[in-house]
Antibody, heavy 119, light 108 residues
């Protein structure tokens, strides 16, 4: 069974750094693209970027380029989303999702990680 | 960036009736269109991909149609568990794979 298990909720202050994770299991982690999707409170879904864990090929949405870093550690089947300096506007639910291929929908989703940034 | 526009924003339908949701792309996405369902407090769930193919385990009452720039999701006979927010998403062009703003399907 394919599973994506994300790290737990975080409460941070503006300016702090953060790295959240998404661990894949039940499939070949290096063979499928994984993406990150942001959902701000009461709002819709936004693709942030995608990564191919097999070779760490990473592509960012223009809106998020330079704002976050997506990475993966294939030795532990885990993808990451990180911020170097959080802002209040980063408060959102973040989902990881596995794509069927590079030009394909997301068939499997993590449960989401709620990030709250508040002073 | 391809802009996806969904209509209506909110749709009120009675259980047992048919619901029709629309999605329009600002330029052609061929058949690279997916529909997702999201219930409160849950992650999105893939319903339809390639515009008209149901994902594994999705009931036959869900159907998708369209190509190019105009797409439709139809739920033939609404069940109580179908009331949720529905998103379309194009995956023809990266960056990025854009979502529509969502249609909230509520009980009439």
């Amino acid at each position: 069974e394919v599973q994506l298990v994300q790290s737990g909720a975080e409460v941070k202050k503006p300016g702090e750094s953060l790295k959240i994770s998404c661990k894949g299991s039940g499939y070949s982690f290096t063979s499928y693209w994984i993406g990150w999707v942001r959902q701000m409170p009461g709002k819709g879904l936004e693709w942030m970027g995608i990564i191919y864990p097999g070779d760490s090929n990473t592509r960012y949405s223009p809106s998020f380029q330079g704002q976050v870093t997506i990475s993966a550690d294939k030795s532990i089947s885990t993808a990451y989303l990180q911020w170097s300096s959080l802002k209040a506007s980063d408060t959102a639910m973040y989902y990881c999702a596995r794509l069927y291929s590079i030009a394909a929908p997301a068939g499997y989703w993590g449960q989401g990680t709620l990030v709250t940034v508040s002073s | 960036e391809i802009v996806m526009t969904q209509s209506p924003a909110t749709l009120s339908v009675s259980p047992g009736e048919r619901a029709t949701l629309s999605c329009r792309a600002s330029q052609s996405v061929s058949s690279s269109l997916a529909w997702y369902q999201q219930k409160p407090g849950q992650a999105p769930r893939l319903l339809i991909y390639a515009a008209s193919t149901r994902a594994t385990g999705i009931p036959a009452r869900f159907s998708g149609s369209g190509s190019g720039t105009e797409f439709t999701l139809t739920i033939s006979s609404l069940q109580s568990e179908d009331f949720a927010v529905y998103y379309c998403q194009q995956y023809n062009n990266w960056p990025p794979y854009t979502f529509g703003q969502g249609t909230k399907l509520e009980i009439k």
